[in-house]
């Protein structure tokens, strides 16, 4: 059974820190990884890829991905109150569509 | 540039019936996938169409399917509906998987 975990929080960092958030998955044939951000009520949103080891960023947000120790993490520069949600990781196993998603971790930045 | 469209945003359905949701893709995306999330559950994959081609599925029963049409619209039924079917039921499109997936607002089932 593939699986993608990450810790359910909540997570809770003060305005302008930085937000960590981890996630592991159990595939090493794993080939493409995403972070989403949902907030209450709303559906996913995508705000990170990354396919290869190493860093990417975006912004305020950087993706990190270690292929040899199967996680991914994403981190939050300057957190803001509105980047209050749940982020969920996803994992891809194969060229198709089939994404494997972790529960999620909810993150609050307090003012 | 419009998003990924879902009807209807919601359903209330009675155990034993069935019901159809539709979701239309971003133009020029191919690739449509379908998700149901529940809080217990979380988000999980049901099966993704690629060229009116089933590429995956999960592990859902058979009263879950799907199809997709030439004009990449998609859509999935549920038959002999049971009250754990109760969910969201996501729609997400690509151009490719590299891309990731847009997702749809979502489609709120009752059953009853």
């Known amino acids: 059974q593939k699986e993608v975990e990450q810790n359910s929080g909540p997570l809770s960092v003060p305005e302008g820190a930085i937000a960590s958030l981890n996630c592991t998955y159990s595939d090493r044939g794993s080939q493409s990884f995403f972070w989403y951000r949902q907030y209450s009520g709303k559906s996913p949103e995508l705000i990170m890829s990354?396919?290869?080891?190493g860093d990417k960023e975006d912004g305020r947000f950087t993706a990190q991905l270690n292929k040899a120790s199967q996680y991914v993490s994403l981190l939050i520069r300057d957190s803001q109150p509105s980047d209050s949600a749940t982020y969920l990781c996803a994992v891809s196993y194969n060229q198709g569509g089939k994404l494997i998603f972790g529960q999620g971790t909810e993150l609050s930045v307090k003012p | 540039k419009a998003g990924v469209t879902q009807t209807p945003r919601y359903l209330i359905k009675t155990r034993g019936q069935q019901v159809t949701l539709s979701c239309s893709p971003i133009?020029?995306?191919?690739?449509v996938s379908w998700y149901q999330q529940t809080p217990g559950q979380g988000l999980q994959f049901l099966f993704e169409?690629?060229?009116?081609?089933?590429?995956n599925k999960g592990n859902f029963p058979g009263r879950f399917s799907g199809r997709q049409f030439s004009n990449s619209r998609s859509e999935m039924n549920v038959s002999t509906l049971e009250l754990g079917d109760s969910a969201l039921y996501l729609c997400a499109s690509s151009f490719a998987l590299n891309y990731g997936y847009t997702f749809g607002s979502g489609t709120r089932l009752t059953v009853v």
């Open positions: 990354i396919y290869s080891n």
């Open positions: 169409y690629f060229s009116e081609t089933q590429r």
């Open positions: 133009s020029g995306h191919r690739s």
